[in-house]
């Protein structure tokens, strides 16, 4: 497995904030968006294929930050929900990006008595209130949980799309929000109820897909479980497009005219594929409904074969997209029971 510490990147960093629209177009002198990182030019109609383990060790930079700059957290409400307590906050990420997060612990929590927790990302178009079902179950478990609003979603939303800038922007919403999440495992240190050896992870179909990257160049999550994710963004996008889908604020049709095989080595950066070797020996379990047509099962079933062991899958036949999560639910604590 390889270790990335937190580091300061300005060159990444200047990548990102070019992504977000927060420096000018990357035009000029090192060209456009990703030539930087892939031995082909853009204009290639056929790309040879990807060396996923080079465009990971060129990829890590993206990822890296200064874990030295302060959070800036700032407190909002905290309430009770039946046993459970939860914290409305944000912190401070890169970018100037503050990101609005709930923290969810259960009863009897305490320095003393700390606990593991569970980092719960949501999909595209969704929020972290949504996600507040999963935390509440996870605190009947015993696990604390954080949840964030991902990058253009919830309180940080909505993220239009902006005409012939789709795959900058989708490249964005990963990049940003990866290192949102490990901001995130900076706060979870400072909190001493909260056990920090012990954290996981839950994604659901673009929070599995974040996840997975995630993972992949971040040592302190222990287990991930990642629901209705997939690999292959050109396989993604191509399905979704052909049926001109609408996921979240996101109409894929945009895509029907791109050259998908040009598209993968463009979003291997970001593809949840380049990550997922990477995350052995660490444990992962994938969930996922067999009449999916957002993640198609080929997609999911590519993501688990880039993972290395020990993995394990779970296929519900009956359901599409994101099974119902007294469906998942049991699966995932027996899980995190046996591996936080």
Known sequence: MTRVPPAP??????????????????????GLLFSCLLAFPLHAQTPPPIDREAVYQKALPLYQYDSAKPLAVKLGASRTIGAVKFLRFSYLSTNSQRVPALLF???????AKPVPCIVILHGLGSSKEIMAGYAL????????????????????????TVPNQQTEQLAATVMQTAVDVRRGLDYLQTRSEIDGRRVGLAGVSLGAIIGTVVSGVEPRIKAAVLISGGGDWGLILKTLSARSATVGQWDTSAFKKINFARLNALLAPEDP??????IAPRPILMLGGRKDTTIVPLAQTELFDAVRQPKQSIWYPQYGHVPPPEVVFPAMQKFFAGTL
């Open 9 to 30: 990147n300005n060159g990444g960093a200047i990548r990102i904030k070019r992504l977000l629209g927060l420096t000018p177009p990357l035009l000029g002198a090192g």
């Open 105 to 111: 612990t259960p009863q009897g929590v305490s320095a």
């Open 137 to 160: 179950a996870a605190a009947k478990f015993g696990y604390a949980s954080l949840v964030i609003d991902e990058y253009g979603q919830g309180e940080r939303g909505p993220l239009k």
């Open 273 to 278: 594929l380049t990550f997922a070797p990477h």
